[in-house]
């Protein structure tokens, strides 16, 4: 079975721009977890969806947003990007979001 | 955001040695995850806890759910090449969704 999906693999944008990032589950799970890995550190939490609400937010400004469609693949957005918000982002999957994530690949975001 | 605290940051070993790091929180968790992460990838699922005092094997990995529910413990009996990577410990609690993540062990094989 395929595991947790991501697009694209790498990106490069400037101050400023905007970006969105694709993640589809792994089948017949229901629930997509977002999280912000910058180098050297351990990943952080920003969103969760379940069933196409948002379950949970973590501490990121609101220039982050996401959205989960009704076949359960997800998109996480952010606008106005800073030097900082480069990071590999990470998308995780579990069957109902109060269980085992697992994780794929992740999008690595380089912001010049 | 808030981030455990893992020790040691890094460990160079032999292969062939045996290998433990622990992780600590200031607050309680219901659920203790150990997950491996090599450059490029994502974390890999290692070991799930969900039981206080719980003692969980993998094939060489070795997981302890601490007793106070603040702490976690990985061992990895004889090292090989593979086992190289960046242990990660997380801690979630039920109906919460996120994972809170240490600051990770960087483990190093010496030839």
């Known amino acids: 079975d395929a595991g947790v999906t991501q697009s694209p693999t790498h990106l490069i944008k400037t101050r400023g721009q905007h970006v969105t990032l694709r993640c589809s589950p792994i089948?017949?799970?229901?629930?997509v977890s977002w999280y912000q890995q910058v180098l050297g550190q351990g990943p952080q939490f920003i969103f969760q969806?379940?069933?196409?609400?948002?379950?949970g937010r973590g501490n990121f400004p609101d220039r982050f947003s996401a959205r989960q469609f009704p076949n359960y693949s997800s998109e996480l957005n952010v606008n106005a990007l800073l030097l900082g918000d480069s990071a590999l982002y990470l998308c995780?999957?579990?069957?109902?979001?109060?269980?085992?994530?697992?994780f794929g690949p992740g999008t690595r975001l380089t912001v010049l | 955001g808030q981030q455990l605290n893992q020790s040691p940051q890094s460990m160079f070993i032999q292969e062939g040695e045996d290998v433990s790091m622990n992780c600590t929180s200031s607050?309680?968790?219901?659920?203790w995850l150990w997950y491996k992460q090599e450059p490029g990838e994502g974390p890999v699922l290692l070991i799930a806890?969900?039981?206080?005092?719980e003692l969980t094997s993998n094939g060489r990995l070795t997981a302890q759910f601490g007793i106070t529910r603040k702490d976690s413990f990985l061992n990895i009996s004889a090292s090989i090449p593979s086992d190289v990577g960046i242990y990660f410990c997380?801690?979630?609690?039920?109906?919460?969704?996120?994972?809170?993540f240490g600051t990770g062990t960087r483990l190093t094989i010496i030839p």
């Open positions: 089948s017949g799970h229901k629930s």
């Open positions: 969806y379940y069933e196409k609400e948002e379950r």
């Open positions: 997380a801690g979630a609690n039920f109906g919460n969704e996120k994972l809170t």
């Open positions: 995780a999957s579990s069957v109902a979001g109060g269980d085992t994530q697992y």
């Open positions: 806890l969900y039981k206080a005092g």
């Open positions: 607050s309680i968790f219901n659920t």
